[in-house]
Nanobody, 110 residues
Framework: QVRLVESGGGLVQAGGSLRLSCVVS????????LDWYRQAPGKQRELVAD??????NYADSVKDRFTISRDDALNIVYLQMNSLKPEDTAIYYC?????WGQGTQVTVSS
């Protein structure tokens, strides 16, 4: 059974950085794609970034600020978030093989 656990969220000032982690258990990460989504209050959940092997994709709103990466040996996917903006405030979720993590809150103050 696949299980995802996110961590690394918190409160940061605008312009700051955070690194989110998504630990995958119950499956070999290296054979599948993983997505990071976010949901801000009152808004729909949106795809932020995804990684499939060496291929990565980003939402236009985070391109050049966020970087998704993976460590297949540890079964972890990271989301490095730099130059954070107040509009990045949301709960961030990882999604993998039909399973959602519990989410981690990111709050960016102006």
């Amino acid at each position: 059974q696949v299980r995802l656990v996110e961590s690394g969220g918190g409160l940061v000032q605008a312009g700051g950085s955070l690194r989110l982690s998504c630990v995958v258990s119950g499956s070999m990460l290296s054979f599948n794609a993983l997505d990071w989504y976010r949901q801000a209050p009152g808004k729909q959940r949106e795809l932020v970034a995804d990684i499939n092997g060496d291929n990565t994709n980003y939402a236009d709103s985070v391109k050049d600020r966020f970087t998704i990466s993976r460590d297949d040996a540890l079964n972890i996917v990271y989301l490095q978030m730099n130059s954070l903006k107040p509009e990045d405030t949301a709960i961030y979720y990882c999604y993998y093989r039909g399973v959602w993590g519990q989410g981690t809150q990111v709050t960016v103050s102006s």
